[in-house]
């Protein structure tokens, strides 16, 4: 069983849209997930167009990746290198840390994760 950042089983981060990299509701990882999509993020606009701008596109669907395509509002395993290029741009979006796998800790403190907690967390 995977764990969140915080030592605890790993919480579902979003069913719709069904997210993950083995489109199962959570952030697992493994070693087919060379995107580390690790990250349980709640999108915003922001962020959104910052990801678009940079070369991945999170807002038009691509059906045939099962990708239904992100407004904001919605849960979404973000990949973890992502999230620190957001953040280190200052458009990172919040985050749902007991969605959010412990693998996450390899590329950003979790000092900084709880920064960006998600308001139900604070």
């Given at each position: 069983?995977?764990?969140?950042?915080?030592?605890?089983?790993?919480?579902?981060?979003?069913?719709?849209?069904?997210?993950?990299?083995?489109?199962?509701?959570?952030?697992?990882?493994?070693?087919?997930?060379?995107?580390?999509?690790?990250?349980?993020?709640?999108?915003?606009?922001?962020?959104?167009?910052?990801?678009?701008?940079?070369?991945?596109?999170?807002?038009?669907?691509?059906?045939?990746?099962?990708?239904?395509?992100?407004k904001a509002g919605d849960r979404w395993c973000l990949c973890a290198l992502r999230w620190v290029?957001?953040?280190?741009?200052?458009?990172?979006?919040?985050?749902?840390?007991?969605?959010?796998?412990?693998?996450?800790?390899?590329?950003?403190?979790?000092?900084?994760?709880?920064?960006?907690?998600?308001?139900?967390?604070?």
């Amino acid at each position: 069983m995977a764990n969140n950042v915080f030592g605890e089983p790993l919480a579902d981060c979003s069913q719709k849209p069904l997210t993950g990299f083995y489109r199962d509701g959570c952030c697992n990882t493994g070693e087919e997930d060379r995107g580390l999509h690790t990250v349980c993020a709640v999108m915003t606009d922001e962020f959104l167009e910052f990801s678009r701008a940079a070369g991945n596109d999170l807002i038009t669907p691509q059906p045939i990746f099962r990708f239904p395509g992100l407004k904001a509002g919605d849960r979404w395993c973000l990949c973890a290198l992502r999230w620190v290029e957001a953040w280190r741009a200052g458009k990172a979006p919040l985050v749902v840390l007991e969605a959010t796998h412990e693998k996450t800790l390899d590329f950003v403190p979790l000092e900084e994760l709880v920064k960006y907690a998600w308001k139900s967390e604070l």
